[in-house]
């Protein structure tokens, strides 16, 4: 028997695997793996892989996986590579199928390399559409908006024009979480014009669906109905049932903006019921009943729906085992939150609001720090909220921000609890971007009375303003685009147009949940201080700071005795890792910083070079837990760039906050090194007086704002916040 005999009836196999016949496909795999044993052993490698395709496509993944992996074992027996990428990307396919994101991302990561080591083009296009599936399943839609392009435009330049059409649909999808509506349109109009081309009438279907769910979001029910009309015909001539759970959902939705809501109910129910839909669609359908629930004044059944949906979003979440690829998840339940808050809001349930808000917020940096999230937001409701306001002698003022309605919960030390509703997310996004604009202009924006820092201030400020006197202290739980919004340079109107720093002290928390740790600030002189910077370049785009050994210099005069530096050549990420870090109280660094954007856990600590390395990642960060009373990172962007659905800004400061640290100070945008040093050292000065470190900062601000030099602007004292950690 010739091996081109046995291809031929894997070739059949395969085919009639991917037409949905699978008794026949069975018949010719069978067939070849018989003939593969007696004839052709190589072989037996190629026919499990095709074996655990059919079982993927029968729905069964624990089968196909078991196949997978003896493809994968035979391949490499056999030493073919070519094999072996194919299993691994198959490994990764039938993992996020599985619900196991991250698992699929490391299989999928090795086949990519493997495949683009091999030159295997259509496998590389294939793998980086898959992994853009998983980054999308997890939420992080920026990147699986990225890898969907990279997949499509790969299988553009190879001739794959039915692979290419499921990229554009999946390219579409990426763009509608991420609102943009007219670019996804136009991807699923494309993928569409291709598939009706080449007559693929799943992939006609699905953009169908796509371009239904596209109306329904704005409200067009008549040109929605168009497209389900389109979604039944197809049906009616396919064999494939896994699209009709997300018809049935389409279905629904238009019977509830038709107001048949009896019909609504029965359609989003057999999806939210069926244990054979996968739970993402399930929660969706869940969130569906709830909205419908809403509208028609069944309170105690929207609640139990709102449960319902947000314990799936949770069951999937709970599978990511990786810590990085976690923190984008909740983005897949904003809408859900957003709207479980607001039905909470309207039941006058302001308190039961609050704890669901939360519980979401920054749920990986609470969770990675031993704390049950959902448990210590529903005991500190119970334990009565202004407690932890009254433990910091503290004004807090939680954030909120949604697409229909923001919120600032507003709670103070003496027994006072009130919400303020205010302005949709795009106005105050809108007014961040232009005052953070202004910011980092040439203008100072209190001399040319900037319109966005009055504007801010007038929303996110002025309605809680009879809570907060002068003088108090305040912090801040910031939401979205507030993350990165400097609350200090905001101008307050009361007198002489001024900033607000001049009138309180604040502190920054990435979650209500991280607020109240009791712990004491050391005094200077007694605290143990790690102090690493001034290194050496490690290449042109890292010059010299010409102040940085300046400022190391003022930073170790409040430590005489009791401090350990690495400077210059021996300021490495390996002599920061090797020193352990879990003993000292205060950590500062002087050196560059970079922020990552599309990883932020690449974001990075610029030192000296030892080997090839140089940078102190944020990821290395995490992987070495701290005691730190204080972290300093003298360092552009160490908030970082990425914000993320409900987790916030994550980058260095994030990282420290994850080791363990109790409070980190870190730069929102570029910092001037000259300024910088000056206000480094009043700062230590400060706490060598004895202030905790929010005090000790603000003043050492106000020194630069009243100074009468360039230093008033914020562009020089502004960047640096300080960070509440656990």
Request: glycine share 6%; proline share 4%; with cysteine.
């Amino acid at each position: 028997m010739s091996e081109s005999a046995i291809r031929r009836k894997l070739s059949l196999g395969a085919a009639y695997s991917f037409l949905n016949q699978f008794d026949k496909a069975q018949q010719f795999l069978n067939e070849a793996c018989d003939l593969s044993r007696k004839y052709a052993p190589q072989l037996l490698g190629d026919v499990a892989l095709r074996e655990g395709t059919l079982d993927f496509l029968r729905g069964d993944g624990a089968t196909a996986e078991s196949a997978y992996r003896d493809a994968l074992r035979l391949a490499r027996d056999e030493r073919d590579q070519f094999l072996e990428a194919a299993a691994l990307g198959s490994l990764g396919l039938v993992a996020t199928r599985q619900e196991h994101y991250d698992e699929s991302i490391d299989w999928d990561q090795a086949a990519l390399h493997l495949s683009e080591r091999l030159g295997a083009k259509t496998s590389v296009a294939r793998i980086l559409g898959n992994m853009g599936w998983s980054y999308f399943s997890m939420g992080d839609f920026e990147n699986a908006l990225a890898l969907y392009q990279q997949a499509e435009k790969a299988s553009s330049e190879s001739g794959l024009v039915a692979d290419r059409i499921y990229w554009l649909i999946d390219v579409g999808n990426a763009y509608f979480e991420l609102h943009d509506y007219i670019s996804s349109g136009s991807s699923y109009r494309d993928a569409l014009s291709l598939a009706q081309k080449l007559g693929d009438k799943q992939a006609t279907t699905e953009c169908y669906e796509n371009l239904a769910v596209l109306e329904l979001e704005k409200d067009q029910f008549d040109s929605a109905q168009h497209y389900a009309n389109e979604i039944s015909r197809q049906l009616q001539s396919s064999r494939d049932s896994s699209l009709t759970p997300y018809s049935t959902l389409i279905d629904g939705w238009i019977a509830e903006g038709q107001h048949d809501n009896g019909r609504a109910e029965q359609l989003f129910s057999s999806v939210a019921l069926d244990p054979r839909v996968e739970t993402s669609l399930r929660g969706e359908a869940q969130a569906r009943l709830a909205m419908l629930y809403v509208e028609t004044g069944r309170i105690s059944d929207a609640e139990r729906a709102f449960r319902n949906a947000s314990d799936m979003i949770d069951s999937v979440r709970s599978s990511i085992r990786n810590e990085e690829l976690r923190i984008s998840f909740l983005a897949n339940g904003a809408e859900l939150y957003e709207n479980y808050v607001d039905f909470l809001v309207s039941q006058r349930r302001e308190q039961v609001a609050l704890r669901i808000a939360a519980q979401t917020r920054a749920r990986t940096l609470v969770e990675g720090l031993g704390l049950d999230s959902r448990r210590q937001s529903a005991e500190i409701a119970a334990a009565d909220w202004n407690r932890v306001a009254r433990r910091e002698n503290a004004v807090i003022l939680c954030y909120w921000l949604g697409l229909r309605h923001s919120y600032l919960w507003a709670i103070t030390p003496s027994r006072q609890f009130k919400l303020f509703q205010l302005p949709p997310a795009d106005q105050i996004d809108a007014a961040v971007r232009s005052f953070g604009e202004a910011l980092l202009g040439p203008r100072d924006v209190l001399a040319t009375a900037n319109a966005s820092g009055r504007s801010l201030y007038e929303m996110l400020i002025a309605p809680a303003k009879n809570l907060i006197h002068r003088g108090s202290r305040v912090i801040i739980v910031p939401d979205g685009s507030l993350c990165g919004l400097n609350f200090e340079a905001l101008l307050a109107p009361e007198a002489a147009l001024h900033y607000w720093i001049d009138d309180v002290t604040i502190s920054y928390s990435d979650s209500l949940l991280l607020i109240g740790a009791p712990h004491k600030w050391p005094a200077l002189p007694h605290g143990k201080l790690l102090l690493i910077g001034d290194p050496v370049p490690p290449g042109d785009d890292s010059p010299r700071l010409p102040q940085a050994a300046a400022e190391m210099r003022s930073v170790e005069k409040y430590f005489p005795s009791n401090s350990r530096i690495l400077a210059g050549s021996e300021a490495t990420p390996e002599s920061y890792l090797a020193s352990t870090p879990e003993q000292f109280s205060f950590i500062h660094f002087v050196a560059h910083g970079t922020s990552s954007r599309t990883r932020p856990f690449e974001s990075a600590v610029i030192l000296s070079r030892e080997g090839d390395s140089f940078k102190l990642y944020g990821r290395d960060v995490v992987k070495h837990p701290l005691k730190a009373q204080l972290v300093t990172i003298s360092a552009c962007h160490g908030v970082g760039l990425r914000n993320y659905s409900a987790e916030g800004l994550v980058g260095l400061s994030w990282a420290f906050l994850r080791a363990g640290a109790h409070g980190v100070i870190a730069a929102l945008w570029d910092v001037n090194d000259a300024s910088t040093a000056d206000l480094m050292d009043r700062l230590y000065g400060g706490m060598g007086k004895g202030k905790d470190p929010a005090s000790a900062l603000r003043d050492a601000k106000l020194a630069l704002l009243h100074s009468g030099t360039i230093y008033q602007r914020p562009f020089y004292w502004a960047p640096f916040e300080f960070y509440m950690g656990r």
